[in-house]
């Protein structure tokens, strides 16, 4: 295994000490913004991570192997080109020595591997709009269903079926917080979602909820943090989606699409939004796992 994952040093130590350490993804650092943005929202995530007292472990494929814990030149090779990899991906592009940016689902995979049970992300993935034929459904539910984690989120990506996407959750079994709220955040916007499985207030709640559902053989743990800035851009969206559908767009290509048709037409609102947002829940991931760390004490 050691020839297959990399773990930084840093990280490495953290784990071993059993400090508190957050995963993070890097597909929204190749494919979630216009580069070289992505770049910018890792480093800002990774720093607020640190603030939150915790190690950040920014995972990806580079050079054949699956590496968490990432420097700055290493994080810049996350370009458009990069492929996007779901937890089926990770293994087939470190054997082809492609470079690959973890999605929340690919990246819930490798921390598992290595025992790291936190990270932060804007929004989850889920089941797309529409039901189309074939039906498209985010593999992070799948991970969010097999692997002990919490997820720090802003709710599910609002292009999807929230509401389908939560009914999902539940049948997965896996609980949905509402960090001081009732409602689940729609990502962009923090009101009008569904409501959430409980609300939580404190960091060390959720931590300790965490620690009662993984005794319990539990898996994810997805926390809905309000955006601090809540964006209306419904219609936007629906815009968006139409025309990924019009240009024929599928799969994997769907939530780039989107997200890149809504930076560019709400005159970088999204984009500013979805930033501060991301690195926000880093923030709150960190403040979680640091309370995880407290509790074992
Ligand atoms: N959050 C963001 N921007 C993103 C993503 C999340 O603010 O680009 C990514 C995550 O990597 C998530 C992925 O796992 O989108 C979902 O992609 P899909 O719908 O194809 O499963
Ligand atoms: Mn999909």
Known sequence: MLDL???????????????????????????????????????????A?????????????????????????????FTPQARKLGPRDLAVCAVQGAVGAT?????????AAVGIRFMGTGGLGGVHRGFPTPPDVSADLGAAARIPTVIASSGVKSLLDV??????????????LGYRTDTLPLFYQADGGPPVSARVESAAEIARIADAHWRLGG?????GRPPDESLEVERLIAEAVAAAERQGVSGQGVTPFVLAYLHEHSAGETRRVNRDLIVANAGLAGEIAVAYAALEQ
């Open 103 to 111: 999605t929340v689902g690919g990246t819930l995979t490798a921390a």
């Open 163 to 176: 509401a389908a996407t939560v009914e999902l959750l539940e049948t997965l079994g896996v609980p949905v």
């Open 219 to 223: 898996n994810a743990v997805l926390v």
């Open 49 to 77: 991570v640190r603030a939150a007292g915790a190690i950040p472990a920014t995972t990806g494929v580079l050079d054949g192997k699956i590496r968490i814990g990432l420097t700055e030149s290493q994080l810049e090779r």
């Open 5 to 47: 994952i990399h773990v930084s040093d840093e990280v490495a130590s953290a784990l071993e000490d059993g400090r508190a350490v957050v995963a993070l993804e890097t597909t929204l650092v190749a494919h979630g913004f216009p580069a070289p943005d992505g770049v910018q929202v890792g480093l800002g995530s990774e720093a």
